[in-house]
Every structure is written in C-alpha cells, then in structure tokens.
C-alpha cells in the first residue's frame, strides 16, 4: 500500500536549472496538492488539481508550474531554480476538500537545496 | 479568509503528563478539523479528523475536541511517552483546500 510517493527525495540544484518533482497516488484521489514547508512559516499551499487536466494556484505559486495529464500523477516544476525555492516539498492528495471527511494524505516529502 | 492559529509554538514536558495542544481558526464553516503528526524529516500522519457536527473524537491515548462556536479545538494526550516526541498541526477543512496551523513542536522528556 504505497499511497502517496514523491520523487525524488533529495535533490541539489544551481540557480537558474530546471527540474520536476514527480508526486503519484494509489487511492484513485481526485485532488491532489504541492505544499513547501519552511522553519517558522509552516505550510503553504502552492498549487492544487481538483481532477484530471485541472489545476489551480495556491497561496505561493510564483515560480511554479503544474500539471495534472494522468489522475494518479501531479508534477510540480521549476522552470529557473532560485535560493528563495530551497525547501521542503510536500504533496497531498484526497478525496475532496473535506466534505466526505476523509483525511488527507501526504509524501514523505522531497528535499531541494539551490545553490 | 481562513486563518489558523496553533499555541503554544513548543512544549517540553516529563514523560507521564497529560498535555492540551489548542489550536484556534478564524472561520466557523468548516466541514472539519484535522489533527496531523510530523516527525522529523518525514510527511505528515493523520492523528484524528473531527467532523463539524462532532465534539470529541478519540483514538488510544489521543482525544481531540471540537467548539465550532468559539473557532477552537484541542488535542489532549494522556500520559506522554518520549515517542510522542514529535510536531502536531491542526487544519481546518471547509470549501478549499486545507488551511494549516504552524504546529506545536512537543517534547517528552524521559
């Protein structure tokens, strides 16, 4: 039972290269969700999908692009690498918002440093 | 706009305490409150979800309690163990995506 698998788990960068963070699911969620978690700032939302093709901005979605092409898959991209995007990389997935109150699930995050 | 508020921010206690955790949110329409455990360099863990009709939840040594009144609720641990050691968050789910405290960082001191 895999649940929620992010790739990959650590990951070095220099300014200004690019790279995408892979986040599957097993569950059959339709939403899924890219969170960064910084010391003292907590949680904050980047993008999320409420289904296949869809995605939505967040809270911090500067710098960041999404896709949602298969259900089971949401990749978080960044297009030019900058210190500011050192941080812990969280997704998530769910049934729904919370209306058929099911919790949500997370990765065990990725860990990106730019240099 | 959703705002959640966790207090206090760390919390150090000898192993055996009973300990309240609170968490605070700004909007009283939601369908749910969600208690989550992170241990260090890893993901977030569903602890209790709470639904907006509930006033108590219970799991183990675990109870958390819900006033959607007043916009509080609170994680309650029985007996800390150092394996309690940990950082719970509280979030609150309504008509977005969860909105989440900043967490409390426990300490159980054996």
């Known amino acids: 039972n895999a649940g929620v698998t992010q790739t990959p788990k650590f990951r070095v960068l220099k300014t200004g290269q690019s790279m995408t963070l892979l986040c599957a699911q097993d569950?059959?969620?339709?939403?899924m969700y890219w969170y960064r978690q910084d010391p003292g700032m907590g949680l904050r939302l980047i993008h999320y999908?409420?289904?296949?093709?869809?995605?939505a901005k967040g809270e911090v979605p500067d710098g960041y692009n999404v896709s949602r092409l298969k259900k089971q898959n949401f990749l978080l991209g960044l297009e030019s690498a900058a210190p500011s995007q050192t941080s812990v990389y969280f997704c998530?997935?769910?049934?729904?918002?919370?209306?058929?109150?099911?919790?949500?699930?997370f990765g065990d995050g990725t860990r990106l440093s730019i240099l | 706009k959703q705002e959640v508020t966790q207090i206090p921010a760390a919390l150090s206690v000898p192993e055996g305490e009973n300990l309240v955790l609170n968490c605070s949110f700004t909007?009283?329409?939601?369908?749910?409150l969600q208690w989550f455990r992170q241990d260090p360099g890893k993901g977030l863990t569903s602890l209790l979800l709470?639904?907006?009709?509930?006033r108590e939840q219970t799991s183990g040594r675990l109870n958390a309690s819900l006033d959607k009144s007043s916009g509080r609720s609170t994680l309650y641990i029985a007996a800390s163990q150092p394996g309690d050691s940990a950082t719970y968050l509280c979030a609150a789910s309504g008509n977005t995506p969860l909105v989440f405290g900043k967490g409390t960082r426990l300490s159980v001191i054996a």
């Open positions: 998530a997935s769910g049934r729904d918002f919370g209306q058929l109150n099911q919790p949500q699930h």
């Open positions: 909007d009283s329409a939601i369908y749910n």
């Open positions: 569950m059959n969620h339709e939403y």
């Open positions: 709470i639904q907006s009709s509930q």
């Open positions: 999908s409420v289904g296949e093709g869809t995605t």
